[in-house]
């Protein structure tokens, strides 16, 4: 069992930078791999990036390759999702998900362990 908590999310000029932050607790957690994904109003639950147990794998969806990068530090319990340069598409409430194992991390129903949310709001 696992519990996650998201925070950093708030308010930015596009081309500005945010760094999210997911913290677990509850158990080891470089047991887990950790998934964000965000959802836009009206919109579906979509996949940003991905992040393998030791941090030596990462992945993104394309709509954020170059701009966002997800980190972890297994000591302090915690994942990063740094967002550089971000655009008004970038709008919309920020989960992270963790499972110990995840057989396709692009999708969200593969994670069984769910933080709150954070708000990020890109302005123009």
């Known amino acids: 069992q696992v519990q996650l908590v998201e925070s950093g999310g708030g308010l930015v000029q596009a081309g500005g930078s945010l760094r999210l932050s997911c913290t677990a607790s509850?158990?080891?957690?470089?047991?887990?791999?950790v998934g964000w994904f965000r959802q836009a109003p009206g919109k579906e639950r979509e996949f940003v990036a991905y992040?393998?147990?030791?941090?030596?794998?990462?992945y993104y969806a394309d709509s954020v390759k170059g701009r966002f990068t997800i980190s972890r530090d297994n000591a302090k319990n915690t994942v990063y999702l740094q967002m550089n340069t971000m655009k008004p598409e970038d709008t919309a409430i920020y989960y992270c998900?963790?499972?110990?194992?995840?057989?396709?991390?692009?999708?969200?129903?593969?994670?069984?362990?769910w933080g709150q949310g954070t708000q990020v709001t890109v302005s123009s």
């Open positions: 992040i393998n147990r030791s941090g030596g794998f990462t």
């Open positions: 998900a963790a499972d110990t194992l995840v057989v396709v991390p692009t999708s969200s129903t593969r994670y069984n362990y």
């Open positions: 509850g158990h080891i957690f470089s047991s887990y791999v």
